[in-house]
């Protein structure tokens, strides 16, 4: 559920390297969280965000969520399959339901983000 | 104050239920999703648990004045073996709650909202002064169960005489199932075909077990408060504390059907009759909204810039793939097609009245 090798944050989102970019999407906990998603909406390609900056929404049936940039960056990609087929945030939150693509403003930002366990202990925490 | 829970909570862990706090009770939300329950419910049959709901008897050769005084709709003068969802005012209008009244050969069961039990008992004893009745409530120790869905009545074939099966909507009859003695009724909250039991609370575990063993035939699944949300929703039926609540009235809330002015006298006909006869300000309305997004519960909506009303409730209907939404808008703005934004922050969508309900496929209305 808390897959090795992934960055996390507090607010329930990964973080990938691929490449000199980073994947970003919602944890596996944060989907359960929020129940069917029947809509996300994206940034446009090329905007710059800062860390923790609002990019995005998440809509469940019974709640909304915002969607918070884990590191600053440029949108260089967003996943255009969530328009049509929103479930993939729900049944593969940290592959096909990914969000988007960041070209971080500065790559060593990942390191500052929790790793798996610190991120585990952080809902266990939550769930004491 | 302690969690309250239902005959049910270990049948709802066991089926893998995500459970939260509903208004005192330790509730299902949902069990396999919301979407995939909504469907099931839609297409074939789905099971609630509803035993957070109070049951109040009332006995007595008053009872049927009584009722017919604390609420709008007629009661005393339906059928035995009749449901009548009404709702019940305070004198100024304002609903207390909104209830089915099952008309037994000698009492009424009045089916009352989990969240306003207290209310309601405190609010009928008070209305009880003067009349000859025996007021009891019976919410702990009745279970209820809503099966609902296009094929719920084929769970029953060949359990229940031929007669349950063929009881119109909001009619019932006393029955048995499984050797549990049971209040059997065409009643439900979700437009489609369907039943409510009503039953010992001690027998719960084993009318759900055996429920979903006969139900397997038709896929019978467990159902939570999310999708019960949404399935009221796209019929446009009330849900107290969001559509209707003290501070409004069925007239504007568009449930005057319920209310029967002629009737000799009743707590808020006064305040009724005069809010008629001055015209309502504000109606609730269905309203389209052409976005993804969802407008929910407290958004306002805007006319012309300026706030002229607010959303009661708002989901993504998933028959629909659309997004709906209950609103109080000015009632010379309550007309089909007339066009708002709804805002909430920064956020703003535009909107437009559409005819309720918003699902017309359902299997019942």
Request: hydrophobic share 45%; proline share 5%; aromatic share 8%.
């Amino acid at each position: 559920m808390t897959p090795e090798g992934l960055r996390y944050t507090k607010d329930h989102e990964w973080a990938r390297t691929d490449g000199d970019l980073v994947v970003v999407g919602i944890t596996h906990y944060a989907q359960d969280q929020l129940g069917d998603v029947v809509f996300v909406e994206l940034p446009a390609v090329g905007r710059t965000l800062e860390a923790g900056q609002s990019f995005g929404v998440i809509e469940a049936v019974k709640t909304v969520s915002d969607l918070y940039a884990p590191m600053a960056g440029e949108i260089v990609e967003v996943n255009a399959a969530l328009a049509g087929e929103p479930a993939l945030v729900n049944q593969a939150p940290y592959e096909a339901g990914w969000m988007v693509k960041i070209r971080p403003s500065n790559a060593a930002d990942l390191d500052h983000l929790l790793d798996a366990s610190a991120y585990r202990a952080l809902l266990e925490a939550q769930h004491a | 104050m302690t969690t309250l829970t239902t005959p049910f909570l270990e049948c709802h862990k066991r089926a893998g239920a995500k459970l939260v706090e509903f208004a005192g009770f330790l509730m299902p939300i949902s069990y396999a999703g919301i979407l995939a329950e909504h469907r099931a419910v839609r297409t074939s049959a789905g099971v609630f648990d509803v035993s957070h709901m109070g049951e109040f008897e009332v006995r007595g050769p008053d009872a049927g004045r009584f009722v017919d005084h604390l609420v709008t709709n007629r009661v005393a003068g339906a059928e035995v073996g009749q449901a009548v969802y009404t709702p019940m005012c305070l004198p100024n209008g304002g609903i207390v709650d909104d209830l089915l009244a099952y008309k037994f050969e000698d009492r009424i069961m009045l089916v009352v909202n989990a969240a306003n039990i207290a209310g309601d008992w405190e609010w009928a004893q008070e209305v009880a002064q003067g009349f000859d009745v025996r007021l009891e409530n019976v919410s702990d120790r009745i279970a209820q169960l809503a099966v609902q869905g296009p094929r719920a009545a084929e769970i029953f074939e060949g359990l229940v005489p031929p007669a349950a099966l063929d009881l119109g909507y909001y009619r019932f009859t006393g029955t048995s199932l499984w050797g549990v003695p049971m209040v059997f009724s065409r009643t439900g909250y979700t437009g489609e075909d369907g039943f409510e039991l009503y039953f010992d609370a001690a027998q719960g575990e084993r009318v759900w077990e055996e429920l979903f063993q006969v139900g397997r035939k038709v896929g019978l699944q467990p159902i939570g408060l999310g999708a019960r949300d949404t399935l009221r929703l796209e019929m446009a039926f009330c849900l107290y504390g969001n559509d209707i609540d003290r501070t409004t009235h069925p007239l504007e809330a568009s449930l005057g059907w319920t209310v029967k002015l002629d009737k000799p006298d009743f707590v808020s006909k006064a305040a009724l009759l005069a809010a008629k006869a001055k015209g309502l300000e504000r109606r609730l309305v269905g309203l389209e909204i052409a976005s993804p997004r969802v407008a929910r519960q407290g958004w306002e909506v805007l006319a012309g810039g300026a706030v002229v009303g607010r959303v009661s409730s708002g989901t993504a209907s998933p028959s629909l793939g659309r997004s709906i939404a209950l609103a109080y808008v000015p009632a010379g703005g309550a007309a089909n097609g007339t066009e708002y934004m709804v805002r909430s922050g920064s956020v703003e969508l535009p909107a437009r009245v559409v005819p309720r309900p918003f699902y017309t496929q359902a299997s019942h209305r």
